[in-house]
DNA sequence: CTGAAAGCGCTAACAT
DNA sequence: ATGTTAGCGCTTTCAG
């Protein structure tokens, strides 16, 4: 296994010298350099990320913290980091959390990650106190994706926000009677989205002068399957709404599963709205609030780098924007078709 | 920072003792053992892992490299693994190469990989010749998941085999005219399982004294919007099929949706099985050869980590079972219906 | 069962 | 612009 020492005989050169040549740092003839590197190239060298970690106290690695990588959100997220992470040679260690408590444990409890990363990315997730101030402890840069944490750097959508896009939307079309298929507020994991959601629909319902009724809010898990289950309880009960309005888009195509079920034509009988513009959405034809899930990852590892390169950096939360792209499961409530149809 | 010699300290003892106790080898008496460990945990230590891998030449971490983190498959593989590696104290370093030739070439070209991992994880790809070289040259355990590459340790499943599986069920409920929707059998990413599934389609065609028609063989780029086109194209000639075999569950719920596009009831007017057992298809009660997705991901973490501690293992070629399972999309064809209804 | 000492392969002052 | 010299924090002989 060739090593610098190698390259500095060939060159006759000292390894100081081939370290700086090879890492681009001042205070090298470019001739050296152009020497160095060729013959580090031909010699095949390639440097050992244990040796200078433990030299320079940097890995060039970043821990990225996933609640389960199977989700296609999680996942989108996870590739837009890689790419920038690769870009600028930082490797990417992978912890999957997968709903396990141990494997919490392990990433959060254990100081593992302090020898072992330059930087971390959490997604979604909101740690327990606890859990924040070992993060903290690490004192590293820690960057949060999809979740709402004041007083970290963070990125992600403004949730609330969404959520009023989606039920404006609904409301513009006449709808008064609008369900709500969100997901658990509390519970192991600890979003925030799925919270903020369901506040903004509350506020909007208010907001139009509508009652928020219990009953017309359901939980669907986040996943299709629950969404189908959810449709289904909003949609059998004696005074079904007219439109429904899915805090994710998973959710969405579940309530359109189970609309369809139930035999109700979508958007003619029900208005189907989620959030994500998920990659299947186009294809159900599902009117969603599009959010930037593979830039929330980009911009999240963009994030962290520039926190290593200036430690003066002061955290900063990013807001990134959302868009309603109407398609095709969105339209004018049954009875309100007369009046607002042509308008 | 506490480091070794800090617990070496605190216990009175070396630290080539302490690093002995801490790592459970042999030659620490019991006593000695647990003081250490109450010690080490109670001053918050935790090893170096640059330390740790400089001095033994072990990094304790597995490279992954998958085509596509953000395709449900490749995610459960990579969670499979990801639980095997945490449980046995191994980290993840997750390579994406999404589609670019650069990441590739960074990941297989340049020898990056020997000194930063122990073991490596290839999802899927068949690497190209001088790619496979390089691998061999690591000197790195190496499994390949999910692609049939002779040589080389593998786990995945025998895809002909399951493409027989799911062509034996429709042609036993009396199929005759067969369509199939599959994917690339060359390209950038070069998998063997599209060749392997197409070629047990043709297999099935032929023991069955039945034809095969290239008119009937249609790319679904192993998406779902490519699969619906595929079976737009299949299901909009003028002798369609009377059943479609998708060689993935994504693209045959592409193709359940063009049914639906075209008016076409499933399974009375068509019958549609895929490959997968995906988290979606029992939402769309898609009879489909389910296939142990997550278990490859364990299997090939064990494997790796099996030869990383028995040197002189044997690369094996696991395959893994595939099952049928029938749900609600296959049928007897429309005008065998009389006759087998009921038999 | 335990300790002393010599690295592992780099980087980072500090010199020159 | 380049070289010298110390480590970084562990593991691993080799002794005892």
Do not use: C
């Given at each position: 296994m060739t090593g610098i020492?190698?390259?500095?005989?060939?060159?006759?050169?000292?390894?100081?010298?081939?370290?700086?040549?090879?890492r681009g740092l001042p205070g090298v003839s470019e001739e050296t350099r152009t020497r160095v590197q060729e013959?580090?190239?031909?010699?095949?060298?390639?440097p050992s990320p244990s040796a200078a970690g433990l030299a320079s106290g940097q890995t060039r690695t970043v821990a990225v913290i996933v609640p389960f990588v199977t989700r296609w959100f999680f996942a989108a997220?996870?590739?837009g980091a890689e790419e920038v992470l690769r870009e600028r040679g930082y490797d990417l260690l992978l912890y999957n959390l997968a709903g396990d408590p141990s494997a919490r444990h392990r990433v959060f409890e254990t100081n593992l990650l302090t020898k072992r990363v330059d930087a971390v990315l959490v997604l979604s997730l909101k740690p327990s106190e606890e859990e924040l101030q070992r993060l903290r402890r690490l004192g590293r840069p820690v960057t949060v994706v999809g979740a709402d944490l004041p007083g970290w750097a963070t990125v992600r959508i403004d949730d609330r926000?969404?959520?009023?896009?989606a039920m404006e939307h609904l409301i513009d079309l006449g709808h008064r009677r609008i369900g709500y298929v969100g997901g658990a507020t509390e519970g192991v994991l600890d979003f925030t989205a799925p919270t903020a959601r369901l506040a903004g629909y509350r506020d909007s319902l208010l907001a139009a002068g509508l009652v928020s009724e219990p009953g017309l809010e359901a939980n669907g898990e986040f996943t299709f399957a629950g969404g189908m289950r959810a449709g289904r309880e909003l949609l059998e009960r004696a005074d079904p709404p007219t439109a429904i309005f899915a805090a994710s888009d998973e959710m969405a195509i579940?309530?359109?599963?189970?609309?369809?079920?139930?035999d109700l034509q979508v958007p003619d009988d029900l208005s189907v709205i989620g959030i994500d513009d998920h990659e299947m959405a186009g294809f159900f034809e599902l009117t969603t609030v599009a959010q930037p899930v593979h830039e929330q990852g980009r911009v999240a590892a963009q994030q962290v780098l520039r926190s290593l390169?200036?430690?003066?950096?002061?955290?900063e939360q990013v807001l990134l924007p959302t868009r309603l792209v109407v398609r095709s499961t969105t339209a004018p409530p049954p009875t309100a078709r007369g009046r607002t149809r042509g308008r």
């Amino acid at each position: 296994m060739t090593g610098i020492k190698d390259v500095a005989r060939e060159v006759e050169m000292s390894t100081a010298t081939v370290s700086r040549a090879l890492r681009g740092l001042p205070g090298v003839s470019e001739e050296t350099r152009t020497r160095v590197q060729e013959t580090a190239r031909r010699l095949g060298y390639v440097p050992s990320p244990s040796a200078a970690g433990l030299a320079s106290g940097q890995t060039r690695t970043v821990a990225v913290i996933v609640p389960f990588v199977t989700r296609w959100f999680f996942a989108a997220v996870v590739q837009g980091a890689e790419e920038v992470l690769r870009e600028r040679g930082y490797d990417l260690l992978l912890y999957n959390l997968a709903g396990d408590p141990s494997a919490r444990h392990r990433v959060f409890e254990t100081n593992l990650l302090t020898k072992r990363v330059d930087a971390v990315l959490v997604l979604s997730l909101k740690p327990s106190e606890e859990e924040l101030q070992r993060l903290r402890r690490l004192g590293r840069p820690v960057t949060v994706v999809g979740a709402d944490l004041p007083g970290w750097a963070t990125v992600r959508i403004d949730d609330r926000h969404a959520a009023a896009t989606a039920m404006e939307h609904l409301i513009d079309l006449g709808h008064r009677r609008i369900g709500y298929v969100g997901g658990a507020t509390e519970g192991v994991l600890d979003f925030t989205a799925p919270t903020a959601r369901l506040a903004g629909y509350r506020d909007s319902l208010l907001a139009a002068g509508l009652v928020s009724e219990p009953g017309l809010e359901a939980n669907g898990e986040f996943t299709f399957a629950g969404g189908m289950r959810a449709g289904r309880e909003l949609l059998e009960r004696a005074d079904p709404p007219t439109a429904i309005f899915a805090a994710s888009d998973e959710m969405a195509i579940g309530v359109l599963r189970a609309a369809r079920e139930l035999d109700l034509q979508v958007p003619d009988d029900l208005s189907v709205i989620g959030i994500d513009d998920h990659e299947m959405a186009g294809f159900f034809e599902l009117t969603t609030v599009a959010q930037p899930v593979h830039e929330q990852g980009r911009v999240a590892a963009q994030q962290v780098l520039r926190s290593l390169t200036l430690p003066e950096w002061e955290p900063e939360q990013v807001l990134l924007p959302t868009r309603l792209v109407v398609r095709s499961t969105t339209a004018p409530p049954p009875t309100a078709r007369g009046r607002t149809r042509g308008r």
